[in-house]
Every structure is written in C-alpha cells, then in structure tokens.
C-alpha cells in the first residue's frame, strides 16, 4: 500500500513515531484524530504501519540475521503465497526497520534523559505508573506518587520540600522548634498538622488538600493573603492572578486512594477520568468521538494497570476501548 500512497504513509509513520516517543505538542492529539477522520484510508494504513512496527519488534537480532524457515510449498497457491510473504518480509526490512530503530532509540533517549534529570537533579522521585514510600531524616514520611520528584533541604532552623513534578502524600513528625515546608512553584505550604498532600503538575495550578489536622498555605507573593487550611479542605494557588482559589471541602478517601493503587471518581466526566487515568500510563489515551467526553460516570478504577481498568470501565458503560500498541489507546462510543 506504501507504493500506492506514499504521502500518506509518510503521514502514518510521522504520527507513529510522535505517538511512540511522546513528542506529541499542544493540539497535536486534536489534529492526529481529525487526520484520522478525513479519510478511511489514513486508519488503514496508520494501523498497518502500526502493526508492522510490533512485528519488527518481536523479532530479534539472530532472526533478522538468519534466515526465515519457511514452510514447503507444494501448489499454484501455495507459491504465490509464499511469494507474497517473502515481498512482505523484504519490504519489512526495506521499510520498517529503520522505522523501527528510530522509533525505539528516540524512544529510549527520552526515557533515559527523564530518567537521568530525575537521578542527577533530585532527592527522591518516581516514573510513570509507580509509587514510592521514602522516610526523612527527622521521621517524617513522604509517599511520591506516579511521575513525581522532590528536593530535600533540611537545617537547623527549617525542614523544606520542594515538589519538582507530581504529588506527594506528607505524614509530619511533630518540631515545634523547625517549620515543615513543601514549596510546590510559588505555593508554599506549611504544617500546623500532621498530614497532607501536594500537587504540582504543568497544565494545573499547584494545589493541597488536608487531611489531618491544619496548614497555612501562603503564596511567593506579598499580594496573596495567606489561608488556614482544615482537614478536609482544599486550595490551589491561580500563581498568574496572585490569588488563591476559594476553600472546598472534598472527600478524604478519594484523596488518598492512590496510596492504595486506586482512582475513586464520583459524577466526574469520561475526559477528567480518563485525563486522570492517563497520569498512570507511559503512552496516550485519547477519546475520538467528542461527545463521550461529556458522560458522567463514577466508580473505582485500579491505577497500576490503567489499561485494563479502562477495559473493565467498557464493560458497565457504552464505550470500545482499542489499543494499538503499549503507547497508543483509543475509545470509541460502543
């Protein structure tokens, strides 16, 4: 088919390796999804290169090398069957093995770089889809949660954190004589209490939520007026209008399920969950049609595999989940 159209296969593969190397900019997935819904065609070929891609990967050095056994042919059909298997592996080999190595070494580059930022440039941190348990110097235990890092800086006079990416659950060991801190962008929070939890990711406000005890959440600017914060309370700083947003009560065992591996949602939408859902998983989830998005749904999904809790998610509610490869999952209306 590559023959028949080239410029839409260089299409395909140009999507294929933004997809599988998270290079994905803003509008991107928008324009990925209208691309696929002007033509059929785009679909068909996208998934052929798709699935070669994964054929090319399952096979490894000693069988690209040597050569294919191939069953004997003892008929018309039988040989021109064997002769389109041997074209397909050919063009396998012409086409999609450089592809393939680009896709995986781009691939491997960036995971090796977040990884190697994370190692060299911070305390404590976590990857996509894992959690981590770590207890301070002074008794105090902070649980990372997926895709999150933090520095630790602690003196005589003062105990700070700074959430780099992510969320952290804080359980405080009690000082009255020094401060605990989590500075999280221009939000600084500190404990009048024993526990709560920080969030601070790149397309939200930074934002805390208690649950024991009380915090005083103050901004880096002199215009925001400090709050006092109660167990069950929540607030994120607007750091563009020097503000903070208005206190909400909010339910304590949905805050902390992920330190247990779950995602509960009440009356939320298909997009929160599924955005929400999606922090947990190394690829794209992307909802095609439009007016799932606005479905509200509730109930309680296993965030360390996000995958088949969406799969299981389908089968109480009208939509089709397809993954195309371990980056790549869409969901259809049913």
């Not at 002007?38 to 994964?54: M, T």
């Not at 090796?112 to 941190?125: C, G």
């Amino acid at each position: 088919m590559q023959n028949e159209h080239p410029f839409i296969h260089k299409q395909a593969q140009d999507w294929l390796i933004k997809l599988e190397t998270g290079a994905m900019a803003e509008g991107d997935e928008d324009r990925f999804t209208d691309w696929l819904a002007e033509d059929e065609l785009h679909g068909e070929i996208f998934y052929e290169v798709e699935q070669a891609w994964q054929l090319m990967g399952q096979v490894d050095a000693e069988q690209v090398n040597d050569p294919i056994e191939q069953p004997q042919v003892e008929s018309v059909a039988g040989e021109a069957q064997q002769l389109v298997l041997n074209q397909t592996s050919r063009w396998f080999s012409r086409h999609l093995l450089p592809i393939a190595a680009t896709v995986m070494f781009t691939l491997t580059s960036m995971i090796w770089w977040q990884e190697a930022y994370y190692v060299m440039s911070t305390d404590h941190y976590t990857f996509t889809g894992t959690r981590d348990e770590v207890t301070l110097a002074d008794g105090s235990v902070v649980t990372l949660n997926t895709d999150s890092a933090i520095d630790v800086e602690f003196d005589q006079k003062t105990r700070l954190i700074e959430l780099i990416n992510g969320e952290i659950n804080v359980q405080v060991a009690p000082n009255q004589n020094r401060p605990f801190v989590v500075k999280a962008g221009d939000m600084y929070v500190t404990a009048l209490g024993t526990a709560f939890i920080v969030r601070k990711q790149a397309d939200a406000p930074p934002s805390v939520i208690v649950t024991e005890h009380s915090v005083n959440v103050a901004g880096l600017s002199p215009a925001i007026k400090p709050v006092i914060l109660e167990e069950g309370e929540q607030v994120s700083l607007l750091e563009q209008q020097e503000s903070f947003t208005a206190i909400k009560q909010v339910d304590q065992t949905q805050a902390t399920a992920w330190m247990n591996g779950k995602y509960v949602f009440i009356d939320r939408t298909l997009e929160e969950v599924i955005k929400e859902l999606g922090r947990y998983y190394d690829g794209r989830m992307m909802i095609r049609d439009e007016t799932l998005k606005s479905l509200r749904i509730s109930g309680v999904l296993d965030i360390d595999d996000p995958v088949r809790s969406l799969q299981n998610l389908a089968q109480s509610i009208p939509i089709e989940v397809t993954t195309l490869s371990p980056y790549l999952t869409f969901i259809d209306r049913e």
